[in-house]
């Protein structure tokens, strides 16, 4: 009988062994995938602020080796706090494909007038709300906020509410010279100012 309850024993002990080794493993898996969504993040790299054509875009770029999904955008004014169209919204927002880029601008008529029609564009009309500046900033609802995913433009007193993100020397003017601001990643893999160029958009 003892041998009977001893090796019952020593079969509890062995299965609560492995269920803990288990949901050990479950756990790690679990804090490494969110360690990793947290690293891995969509970045702004172009932006039209013209002042002449009034038109208003942005560049929005998936650096990592992962899909990442554009969940929400928000512009300063405004009190709603995810602008997106609401047949993107409905989805929990777009997939951004690792490489990928996507255009969010106000007016999609315009934008594929002047660089044609094979891009991947989110229309959002509320953008030329901004025209004497603000600030644009990207799946904030994720509590994901820096300088990579966020802008300030134009009167840097209309994006006061994120100079400690973004100081007061990084904000952007609007300009007519048909330019855009333009940032990538250097060789170390660093992000690197914004300079002005002539729009050379990826398709």
């Known amino acids: 009988m003892s041998n009977k309850k001893h090796i019952y024993s020593l079969r509890k002990k062995y299965l609560l062994n492995i269920l803990l080794l288990f949901f050990s493993f479950s756990l790690f898996k679990s804090w490494a995938l969110f360690a990793q969504d947290r690293s891995a993040q969509l970045v702004f790299t172009k932006a039209m602020l013209d002042s002449k054509t009034n038109q208003i875009w942005f560049e929005v770029f998936n650096p990592s080796a992962e899909d990442i999904r554009l969940s929400s955008f928000r512009i300063s004014g405004v009190k709603t706090i995810n ?21 969010i601008c106000s007016n999609k008529y315009a934008f594929e007038e002047q660089y044609g029609k094979n891009f991947k564009i989110i229309e959002i009309n509320l953008l030329d709300d901004l025209n004497d500046g603000g600030f644009v900033i990207m799946n904030h609802l994720e509590g994901i906020e820096n300088e990579k995913n966020i802008i300030r433009f134009g009167d840097f007193n209309k994006s006061s509410e994120v ?18 601001y333009t940032r990538d990643f250097n060789s170390s893999g660093e992000l690197t100012i914004w300079t002005k160029t002539i729009p050379a958009l990826v398709k």
């Open 163 to 180: 100079s400690k993100i973004v100081s007061d020397e990084q904000v952007l003017d609007f300009s007519s010279d048909g330019k855009c």
């Open 83 to 103: 602008i997106l169209p609401p047949n993107i919204r409905i989805n929990n927002g777009v997939i951004i494909n690792s490489s990928d880029r996507l255009i």
